[in-house]
């Protein structure tokens, strides 16, 4: 990103050379982007972030298709969600699947929901709430067999995980470059060639028409180095995370009375992610205690921090109100070590003691 940074940028529209260059820079990027996730170069639509790229993908089917119904999982992101209900309010109606208490989708039920007017399905490869796996092979393959354009959240998921567009029959794909451990600023839509697409952003034709401005192309670009990172190490990464993830959530299990884990076990959980329930406590406490000894955790997703409403992740899995008010998450990432999930499963206890003592008063 440094010469793009300190020497200047090109537009990536102009002929001069610094354009050439910059449009170099660009369409390497959508390579590696591309390679990332087994999809072709000329599928990506690069986005200023995960959300835009969701939206672009929803409401850009919608404005194209024949039908106005749409299928979506009831933990999708935020930005999935608000999408879908803006549709509701236009006339559009939209089947909400149920989850189990792991929070996986059921196939039977999804079969059931797709209609001769579904428009677009999308259910998401990973929950960043709960950590589940969603089985997106199989219900790509039940949406290819019943001619549904597949929509995929794949923030969680790529760059931890394989994902490959073909591989799951993925119609549209949404990546975030900072969940790559790349800037922000910069995210993309993977489309299938044949997925019928309309622009929500107008303006000079950027993007193939998909999506109009100047690109961001610092961030572009480092999102760029950050998938081929992710692809190269992804596997190792997996396997060094998985015994971790699972040393800090049998541990928090043991030592900490009436906890409850959130999501799915083993191999149906993202290798990086620990999530639970503390009744008996409120998790703003919590995470301000461990912010002050150097843990930074997280309760539902971030994305709902302003809004101040229960994550309606937790109420799909059926927890309660108690349970979801003390909703804990820990993401483990390249820097992590055993020394500090071990500084955790000490502090945490502890912790969790003096705020229920506190309650109890």
């Not at 049998?250 to 992610?273: K, S, V, Y």
């Amino acid at each position: 990103m440094r010469p793009f940074l300190e020497g200047g940028v090109g537009n990536p529209a102009a002929l001069h050379s610094h354009g050439l260059e910059a449009r170099a820079s660009l369409d390497g990027a959508r390579a590696k982007v591309a390679r990332l996730v087994g999809g072709s170069a000329g599928g990506v639509i690069f986005t200023a972030s995960a959300t835009e790229a969701s939206n672009l993908a929803i409401k850009g089917v919608a404005l194209r298709a024949r039908g106005r119904h749409v299928v979506a999982s009831s933990i999708e992101h935020i930005s999935v969600v608000h999408p879908c209900r803006d549709l509701e309010k236009q006339g559009w109606t939209v089947t909400w699947l149920p989850v189990d208490r792991d929070g996986v989708v059921d196939l039977d039920v999804l079969g059931r929901a797709l209609r001769e007017d579904t428009a677009l399905l999308s259910v998401m490869a990973a929950n960043g709430e709960v950590g589940t796996l969603q089985p997106v092979r199989e219900v790509g393959r039940l949406a290819r067999a019943r001619g549904v354009p597949f929509h995929v959240d794949g923030v969680g998921m790529v760059g931890r995980l394989p994902l490959a567009v073909d591989e799951c029959a993925i119609d549209l794909l949404t990546l975030s470059s900072n969940d790559l451990y790349g800037p922000p600023g910069a995210g993309a839509l993977w489309v299938r060639p044949d997925v019928a697409l309309a622009p929500i952003i107008l303006g000079g034709g950027q993007e193939g028409g998909y999506r109009s401005g100047t690109e961001n192309l610092p961030s572009i670009v480092g999102m760029g180095v950050a998938a081929d990172l992710a692809r190269n190490e992804r596997a190792a990464e997996a396997a060094r995370l998985t015994p971790l993830r699972d040393r800090l959530l049998d541990g928090l299990l043991e030592r900490i009375d009436g906890t409850r884990l959130t999501g799915a076990r083993g191999p149906r959980r993202l290798p990086h992610h620990a999530s639970l329930v503390v009744p008996g406590v409120k998790a703003d406490a919590v995470l301000l205690e461990l912010d002050l000894r150097g843990v930074a955790a997280s309760s539902g997703s971030a994305c709902n921090l302003t809004t101040g409403e229960p994550s309606h992740v937790l109420r799909a899995l059926g927890c309660s109100r108690e349970e979801y008010e003390g909703s804990l998450c820990f993401t483990l990432g390249r820097w992590t070590s055993a020394a500090e999930i071990d500084a955790l499963l000490d502090v945490l206890p502890g912790v969790i003691g003096r705020l229920r003592r506190l309650a109890a008063r």
